[in-house]
């Protein structure tokens, strides 16, 4: 039951991208297309539940005993640029087209504040998850993300057949929808 | 290349030991103030200042209890509370009661709520945490009037308010529920 | 190109959150009030110039293949320095602005500048690229904490402008959103009438 509110909170309540603006830069730059964006919703969640299973151990067995918290920000974002090596690695043997498809995007997910944000997030102590409830944690923000960003690239989709004023086409408009989006997400306030 | 790799590192490390060691001093100073100013501003005047940690009769954590005496005489007590049910996570809050449990005032330490909403709880933002002073929670209910108590809500952020009344009352159901051993404190 | 263009280029032209779209996660999340979007951008302008003052003193002696390992460690390090000495120094900013002090380092705009030009040039210029950038992001910052203080709250930098409670949306979430695109939007008209005349 605790799994299922965390899941719920993550996804709907404090969605990542829409409540704790973490993410935006993916969330605006491979929101195009909803293929892309499903593509780099499985990257994200595969490197943020790999990433947060690594540094809450790293925080909880090494940093906290030596009394070296000050070094969380240096090595959190170590793990998790030598995670996203290894998914492009795997990416470019498994999947070409995809790794096509992601392009740019994928070395730029080392620099995606939603994943550093949540493994932050996930050694809170107001929270004070345990292992298991930290990882479901991350499961329910990757979900969280792969919804917006989905729901995001087909609305997307569609505003590309749309007459928009001049100066406010291309990144204006996906933010004031995002905005919109954003205003909906609301609604599932005090949810949990 | 791996060598280039564990200097940089090391560098960076040994920088940042250096920087902690510098700073944790005036980082604790900054807190012990923000607490000290907190204490002064829910309790009047004292000379003698006692410390000491309980936990509540419902919560995850302890409180700290600070007794303020005045001539050897207890004039109250700082509490500081929490709640974990503010709208976005845990709202702290120091309590001043007096030996009696009446409310003499409450002030935020920490929150996390919606800036122009539930950051109302801030004595800077707004008045509406005035209401908790002269409060007496053995004849009055800490509840919001939604919930039949005698505290008025804040307009749209009601459960804010309800956490903030949430966090005073832990303050003193603790206090009611350790009374004898704070009176006694007093005869030592 | 001059210095001063070189300067002057992150503040319309190349504005790193209104053009380049960078850095956005902390544009829309501190930026409740004026206020907060000045600290981060200046939080964010000392690590910028600090972490493009070392890259390009250190860029001869690191390999091509551990460059970026390396660069993210260095901006790592003036993170969680910045993090320590506001935590000790403004202890009330360090609270507002939160988890997303840790997070300057995942600002793209702070590792692409360190790759795309500390790590090409001579340190004058990286210092200059650092704080024009940096600055422009805080101009950015400022001008949408401002935006959403003055319609969300009726307040500029804390100083009541109109009784009233103000436009709340613009102070949740949605208003960052809205509040930016109408922003962009605006950058665009005035680097197309700047274009113009030049």
Same mark, same amino acid.
Do not use: M, V, Y
């Given at each position: 039951m605790e799994y299922i509110i965390i899941i719920i909170g993550a996804v709907f309540v404090n969605n990542i991208v829409l409540a704790q603006f973490l993410g935006i830069c993916p969330y605006l730059g491979v929101s195009a297309k909803v293929p892309t964006s499903v593509g780099m919703s499985g990257a994200v969640m595969f490197v943020m539940t790999l990433a947060t299973l690594v540094t809450f151990l790293i925080f909880n067995y090494i940093l906290v005993p030596l009394n070296i918290e000050y070094l969380q920000t240096i090595s959190y974002i170590l793990v998790v640029a030598s995670l996203v090596q290894m998914v492009e690695i795997i990416l470019k043997k498994v999947s070409p087209a995809l790794y096509q498809a992601l392009g740019i995007f994928l070395p730029l997910i080392v620099t995606n504040c939603a994943i550093l944000g949540v493994t932050i997030l996930a050694v809170r102590e107001d929270y004070g998850f345990n292992l298991l409830e930290a990882v479901v944690f991350a499961i329910g923000n990757a979900l969280g993300f792969a919804l917006t960003i989905i729901i995001f690239a087909g609305i997307r989709e569609h505003l590309d057949l749309v007459d928009v004023p001049k100066g406010m086409r291309g990144a204006p408009a996906a933010l004031v929808v995002a905005g919109i989006l954003a205003l909906a997400f609301m609604g599932f306030a005090n949810l949990v | 290349m791996v060598l280039t790799l564990i200097i940089v590192a090391a560098a960076a490390s040994f920088t940042l030991a250096t920087v902690y060691n510098l700073t944790k001093e005036p980082i604790e100073r900054s807190r012990e103030a923000a607490r000290q100013e907190a204490i002064g501003m829910v309790l !009047?005047? &004292?000379d003698r200042l006692v410390s000491k940690k309980l936990m509540p009769p419902s919560g995850s954590d302890s409180l700290e209890f600070n007794l303020a005496f005045d001539n050897g005489n207890l004039i109250g007590v700082a509490v500081s509370t929490y709640t974990g049910m503010g709208y976005s996570g845990v709202i702290r809050a120091m309590v001043g009661l007096t030996p009696d449990g009446e409310i003499i005032d409450v002030v935020h330490l920490e929150h996390a709520e919606t !800036?122009?909403?539930? $950051?109302?709880?801030e004595k800077g933002k707004s008045d509406?945490? $005035?209401? &908790?002073?002269? &409060?007496d929670p053995s004849e009055q209910a800490l509840r919001v009037r939604q919930d039949g108590g005698d505290i008025d809500a804040i307009t749209a952020a009601t459960i804010t308010a309800r956490a903030y009344c949430d966090a005073i009352e832990r303050a003193y159901l603790t206090f009611e529920a350790n009374k004898q051993e704070i009176i006694n404190k007093e005869e030592e | 190109m001059g210095q001063l263009q070189n300067f002057s280029k992150g503040f319309i032209r190349e504005n790193p959150v209104l053009v380049l779209l960078l850095g956005l996660c902390p544009a829309l999340g501190v930026t409740t009030s004026a206020f907060n979007g000045l600290g981060m951008g200046l939080a964010t302008t000392f690590v910028l110039v600090s972490s493009n003052i070392v890259v390009s003193l250190i860029k001869n002696l690191i390999p091509a293949k551990v460059r970026i390992p390396s660069f993210i460690v260095v901006i790592a390090s003036f993170v969680t320095i910045t993090q320590l000495v506001m935590e000790a120094y403004l202890p009330a900013l360090f609270d507002s602005l939160g988890l997303f002090i840790p997070l300057i380092v995942v600002n793209c705009l702070v590792m692409g500048r360190a790759e795309a030009f500390a790590s090409k040039n001579d340190t004058f210029s990286a210092i200059i690229d650092g704080l024009g950038m940096g600055l422009g992001f805080a101009f950015a910052l400022t001008l949408l904490g401002g935006l959403r203080e003055i319609l *969300?709250? *009726?307040?500029?930098f804390g100083l009541s402008l109109f009784p009233g409670d103000g436009m709340l949306v613009f102070v949740l979430a949605p208003g960052a959103f809205i509040g930016l695109g109408y922003l962009v939007a605006l950058n665009n008209i005035v680097k197309k009438k700047l274009d113009k005349t030049a």
């Open positions: - | !009047p005047a &004292f !800036p122009g909403l539930g $950051d109302k709880i509406w945490s $005035d209401q &908790f002073r002269g &409060f | *969300g709250a *009726g307040e500029f």
